[in-house]
Every structure is written in C-alpha cells, then in structure tokens.
C-alpha cells in the first residue's frame, strides 16, 4: 500500500526521517508467533527493566512527513530495509 501511495501521490522518498521506539508489554508470552515479533528483554526508553518489549520504527517522507513505511521489530535491526519507492 505504501509503495503504491508514493507512486500515486508522488511522495518523494529520497530522504527519509526514522522514529524508533520501544513498547512495553505485560504478561507472559510463553510461545512466539512467527509471524509477529517476540517479545523480549532490553532496555526500554521508560526505563522498566521488568517489562519485556518489542521496538517499532517509522519512516516519514522529509518533504512533509508523510508515513511512508512502519516495521515492528523485536530488537533494533542492524540495517532497517530501504524504503518503498526505491
């Protein structure tokens, strides 16, 4: 859908802005969907080291902050894909 809306609208995607955050989850998570991020210990912004988590990341167009990309992550990755309209 987002490569779509940038190909329609003509978003341009040559600089983009990345917003990474963590959520923190309560209860157990005792078997890992595949198709979803585990959940796992780290180091959260809210400084609750008791609560296991998972990070997301957003990406925004940097000609008017368009959302052009999301990614729910159970950890930073080390490289985040490129973007759609590349």
Request: glycine share 10%.
């Amino acid at each position: 859908m987002g490569a779509a809306a940038v190909t329609e609208f003509g978003v341009d995607v040559s600089r983009l802005h990345w917003d990474l955050t963590s959520i923190s989850l309560y209860g157990a998570y005792p078997e890992a969907n595949l198709e979803y991020p585990a959940p796992r210990w780290g180091h959260p912004k809210d400084r609750r080291a008791d609560l296991k988590q998972i990070q997301t990341g957003l990406a925004v167009s940097g000609d008017g902050g368009i959302p052009v990309f999301t990614a729910p992550t159970a950890a930073v990755p080390r490289r985040w894909p490129r973007s759609p309209g590349r």
